[in-house]
């Protein structure tokens, strides 16, 4: 249940700062199998947090926040920091930076964690 509520927040997280952002790039960027991807997405669509659309071009699905996602978001936001914040006193600097480059390498762009 744990691991479910990381995962949601962290796919709604990753939605939300590439939106609108095609499934099969988020996929790629959470090393996630396209079918693992297009099912959690269904159940974030069917709890009103994204919206799921027809890539303009091909099969693909486009996903985006919904007011009611980035609601939610907005709610856990101070959660997630705090667990990313406890992290890192765990793992050190290094190993915290070098795990944020994997996920994001954008990260050291934009300088936020």
Known sequence: MLNRAIT???ELTSIATRQPVPAGELARLLSMEISTLSRNARLLQQDGLIQIEQ???GNGRVLSLTDA????LAKLRPAWRDAQ???HELLGNAASEAIKQLVDPTFAERGTG
């Open 85 to 87: 914040r406890h992290a």
């Open 69 to 72: 996602g980035a609601e939610k």
């Open 55 to 57: 890539a303009e071009r």
């Open 8 to 10: 949601r927040t962290y």
